[in-house]
């Protein structure tokens, strides 16, 4: 079997993964290595790809933006009614949790 040398820092991360994995180092380092060439990318894809990023982009398809994204989320003017919708369907909520511990509660036998 062929030894091969890796940087000391390199070997230190290796370590501390299969520490931290249970498991030795050169199992680890054999996990990586056949995941990582198992998962090369088919050249038929990688030209696909190659093609679809060297293809020029078509004015037709291209919108101008408007508006910006923080002044979309920002929430500059709220809506009263959805506040009070909210904060009654959390009261509903909190006083149904209560009624629940204190059903719970009433049940429980005394130890």
């Known amino acids: 079997m062929p030894t ?5 820092a390199l070997a230190l991360r290796l370590q501390q993964h299969a520490l931290a994995q249970h498991q030795s180092v050169e199992t680890l380092a054999v996990t990586l290595l056949t995941t990582a060439l198992d998962t090369v990318a088919d050249p038929h894809v990688l030209a696909v790809v190659q093609r679809i990023q ?7 398809h291209i919108r101008p933006a408007h508006g910006a994204l ?6 500059d003017h709220p809506d ?32």
């Open 4 to 8: 091969i040398t890796v940087p000391e």
């Open 54 to 60: 060297s293809t020029p982009a078509n004015p037709a």
């Open 70 to 75: 923080a002044a979309a989320l920002a929430d």
């Open 80 to 111: 009263p009614a959805v506040g009070q919708a909210w904060d009654a369907a959390w009261q509903a909520v909190e006083t149904q949790i209560q009624t629940l511990n204190a059903d719970d509660a009433a049940r429980e036998e005394p130890r």
